[in-house]
């Protein structure tokens, strides 16, 4: 599907998929405790992608909760583990298809929005979808924040490294992806009119899941890098050489949470 450039039936998929929920499960794990997520809840998990967050969801709800679990594909998520009987999966685009008839104490989504066109109507249905009272956290990349892969530039591996992340960014621009949506989160919930809006920011730097995520995602664009003549071959087998190595201390882009409260009177 052209809109979306990181294709979840690859079988780098998996890796990334993984390498994210490394690098990332905690802070999405810590803002869990900040909005309370607890037993009994219904959640929305949008755009989940691997399971891990669905399993802590579904550990925090308990047997009285209940976990909704969508994405675009959701083979990952059927083919990893069994699924309790508390979590229901479901192929759904948030952007297009129509939203959950039930309601929702709470709704997260991660790394999703950045990448959908139709990112604010996204938002509006999922906050159509939340309970009075409910909270919703959206965690999303802000790439332009920091744009670099490697911020340390002293070899020509980094050089190399750095400007193969300069043509993915310019991949994803070509797919409308808003490269400083992160830093835009905390306004829209507020003019959507969440109440007791939150933001902080995560900069992952130096981790060995980052190399894993880097190695995995180049592996995933290299067909449209080279199909859009944004690197060569030569570049592409090098810089994943570079990576394998352990010599490079890579980043990722920032990724901002964003959270708020839908006001007890429906907005």
């Not at 669905?54 to 594909?73: K, P, S």
């Amino acid at each position: 599907m052209k809109r979306y450039l990181l294709d979840n039936k690859n079988i780098e998929a998996g890796a990334r998929f993984a390498a994210l929920a490394e690098i990332f499960d905690p802070v999405s794990f810590a803002h869990f405790d900040k909005v309370g997520v607890e037993a009994g809840w219904h959640c929305w998990e949008v755009g989940a992608g691997g399971t891990s967050v669905i399993m802590e969801l579904a550990r925090r709800v308990g047997t009285d909760g209940y976990v909704f679990a969508t994405d675009i594909d959701t083979s990952w998520m059927t083919q990893e583990l069994q699924m309790p009987s508390t979590v229901d999966v479901c192929t759904h685009d948030i952007a297009l298809d129509a939203q959950p008839q039930r309601q929702f104490d709470f709704i997260h989504a991660r790394l999703v929005l950045v990448h959908i066109p139709e990112r604010e109507k996204a938002l509006k249905n999922m906050l159509n979808a939340l309970k009075p009272g409910g909270w919703i956290l959206i965690e999303d990349a802000d790439p332009a924040l920091q744009p670099l892969a490697c911020i340390n530039t002293l070899t020509d591996k980094e050089l190399l490294a750095n400007r193969l992340r300069n043509s993915f960014r310019a991949l994803m621009s070509s797919r409308e992806v808003d490269l400083e949506f992160g830093r835009k989160l905390p306004n829209l919930l507020n003019t959507m009119g969440m109440e007791n809006v939150s933001a902080d920011g995560f900069f992952p730097l130096g981790m060995s899941a980052c190399n894993i995520l880097e190695i995995a995602t180049t592996k995933l664009i290299a067909p449209k890098l080279l199909e859009a003549k944004l690197a060569t071959q030569q570049e592409i087998d090098q810089h994943i050489k570079n990576v394998s190595s352990g010599e490079l201390i890579l980043t990722t882009a920032p990724m901002i949470s964003a959270w708020g409260q839908k006001p007890r009177q429906s907005i």
